[in-house]
């Protein structure tokens, strides 16, 4: 109980966000790093995936794709999670549980993987990456009954599209890039996500490139507007293909429900709380020792979405040849991961509410019975106050022991921007400028020249933090 009162340590996501802002991914990635004890045995996953996307914007990529290798591995062993975690779970709260992410966070361990083999050269590990994209998707896509749900991944289809036809298999690309259109068009209502300009040139060109008459012509009906190169003009050109991560993912937060089963407990609950203050964190400490001696309230906690919305929607690219020569890129929103967190957390609502009010009634039940036991142990004279002292350990303990489960992959971005454009082989400079005005440079590998061949991709990756 003295415990719960207590203030809460420096949350290290806001020292990464600062180290981040301060165009210190390094740093980041050492705070990362150092707090992997506080991240606890339950959250090997989560440290995997955190550690993952630091080291990745460090410019570390194979470590990079080693940690998140990790955490991959260890999700497949939490398939045979051991009964006695769920039932601690149930006595305590959530956090009790291993953390095994959402399951686009799951799809966005394949997805940065790929992103790193990409960039280091290595198309043959990348494409790996795309069919395990494929594999983990159609597994989601066949055990998830609703339409309406996450089933499908519009980035990671697009992005296996890319590493498709990057390395000469227009086929699987075309596949790959019309998943992705459906995709993006099915979702779009809740994803808040519209199918990407870029995308629709790519099904036309790979379209005609494989002489899919119909499918063409089917396109060109639905993208009247849209021109494209053929890839047969596009051979002799080289490629650069510019992520974007942009603002910082939503966090989660506590939102409590005590529930009084007296009138002297409603009373209590309306004075220590208000009418309006029913959503907001209390003071906990106070909370446990007035619920305790009172004895008749029950609290539930549920886990609440507070999004952390970017102001940046466009991120431009410019890549500058050494003759003089200005190529613009304009960045387009293809993962919106606040909307995907969202969705997510909707989905399982029910099932936490559930488990939750089951929890709390069972915890009161054991604290009730635990003062009557005691009381009636201690006899008619001590019994009185015995029992008011278990009553407020008991009870006192099952209020200070609920919590929501608030983890969530927080060093992803709020959103996901990408962009792709064909240039002549040569030597660029690259800059990059949000659409807010403020010039903020791509990250210092990203920023080297860059000697592009025919045929050649180039893959840069860079973190806005408005």
Known sequence: MLLAGCGPSVNRYLLIESSLRAH???????IVQQAEK???EKSHVLYGMDRGMTLQLAGDYQQSNAVLEQAEEELDRL????????????????????????????V???????????????????????RRIDQRLNVLSDRTQEKNAYRDDGLARY?????????????????????AYETFDATRAWSHTAVPSQLREDLLRTAEALH????????????????????????????????????????KEDQFLDLPISLDALQLVLLNRGFSQSNRQSNRGVDTVLYGLNGRVVRVALPRLVPQKTQVPVDR????????????????????VTALAGKALSERMAVITGKALARAATKFALAEATMRSAQQASGKNAGPWVGLLVGLLTKGLAVASEEADKRSWQTLPDEIHLARVWVPPGRYQVQSQSDGGSHDTLKPEAMRTLSLGSGETAVLIQRVMP
């Not at 006695?84 to 305590?92: G, K, N, P, V």
């Open 108 to 130: 966005l361990i394949n997805v940065l993987k790929a992103l790193n083999y990409a960039v280091l050269g290595e198309w043959q590990d990348a494409l790996v990456e795309a």
């Open 38 to 40: 506080e991240y606890g």
């Open 79 to 106: 398939y045979t999670r051991k009964i006695r975690t769920e039932s601690l779970a149930f006595m305590t709260n959530d956090t009790a549980l291993f953390y095994e992410g959402d399951s686009y966070e799951q």
């Open 212 to 251: 899919f008459t119909q499918e063409l012509a089917e396109y060109q009906q639905l993208f009247p507007d849209s021109r494209w190169e053929t890839s047969q003009a596009l051979q002799q050109l080289a490629q650069v293909v510019v992520i974007s991560y942009n603002g910082r993912a939503p966090r």
């Open 317 to 336: 690219v410019s890549l500058i040849q050494d003759n003089g020569t200005r190529v613009a890129l304009n960045t387009e929103l293809v993962h919106n």
């Open 24 to 30: 210190d991914p390094k740093g980041a990635d050492a």
């Open 159 to 179: 992005l296996s599209g890319i590493l498709y036809e990057s390395t000469g298999d227009v086929n699987n690309a075309f596949i790959a890039y019309r998943k």
